[in-house]
């Protein structure tokens, strides 16, 4: 069923792993890969950032979340990415390096992705 919808709507596929791996079987591991999957067959979506970033938030995995923000600052240098998302981008950046350290270095860099 989740191959049909991937064909169709890689996006919501995507979710989908994630509600029956996290909410249903609370699989942490499955549901990271389904993350990573979702993020590997739509690279341009930011909401499946946005999603798995919120996901290691939840999980603490700070390094983790400080590369995919990376990875999606990436991402939205493409000008098809509306600037809602954009935004959304740079709030993210910045609150990843903001959780990473409180060192001066790391506040003027996410000081400096707001710019």
Known sequence: MVATIYK?????ACLLKVLVFWDILR????TIKA??????KTPKNINI????????????KTDKMVELSEKMMKVITD???????????HDIRFKSLLMKSSSKDTIEEAVNTLK
């Open 79 to 89: 000008s098809s990415v509306p600037t809602d998302q954009w935004i959304e981008a």
């Open 35 to 40: 993350f990573e999957e979702g993020i590997e």
């Open 8 to 12: 169709h709507d890689p996006f919501n």
């Open 27 to 30: 699989d942490k591991n499955e």
């Open 49 to 60: 950032y946005v999603e798995y970033w919120k996901f290691l938030k939840y999980l603490k």
